[in-house]
């Protein structure tokens, strides 16, 4: 009476080769990953700079009065004409130059530039296409009226 071995399945060699391709493939991959989702990270953070300096300006123009937004390593500090504390962020991807901006009653800034680093790599944040004024066109209107 001879023995039969049950050939069905995988060997223990045959799944140590598989996982390990499919370890190999997940660094190459995973380490990319992380890289794009802190680009996006930092991206969000940018946007919420502008989102500040707009703000900051709309709210020293219905204020009336004078707002300075003092930025320093990785925080802004939103200070009112009393040296009040109004607001202040902190960024995780972003790092400052020290600097403050002064908006004026008006709600326009004194600078139109913020230098930054985001990631480490300096950058200038250009400011002046919040506070462009954009105005009419009045030669279009009045070719399409005649």
Do not use: C, W
């Amino acid at each position: 009476m001879g023995s039969r071995f049950n050939t069905s399945g995988f060997s223990l060699i045959e799944l140590l080769i598989v996982v390990s391709i499919m370890m190999t493939l997940l660094g190459l991959v995973g380490g990319s990953l992380t890289t794009g989702v802190g680009r996006a990270e930092a991206q969000t953070e940018v946007v919420s700079v502008y989102n500040l300096v707009k703000k900051t300006g709309v709210r020293a123009f219905t204020s009336g009065q004078t707002l300075v937004l003092s930025l320093d390593q990785n925080q802004a500090k939103l200070i009112d004409s009393n040296d009040n504390l109004v607001s202040l962020v902190h960024y995780e991807h972003l790092l400052f130059d020290r600097q403050q901006i002064i908006f004026n009653s008006n709600g326009l800034p004194n600078l139109f530039a913020i230098g930054i680093q985001v990631r480490g790599i300096p950058k200038t944040l250009d400011l002046s296409s919040l506070f462009s004024r954009r105005t009419p066109d009045l030669t279009a209107v009045a070719k399409n009226d005649s």
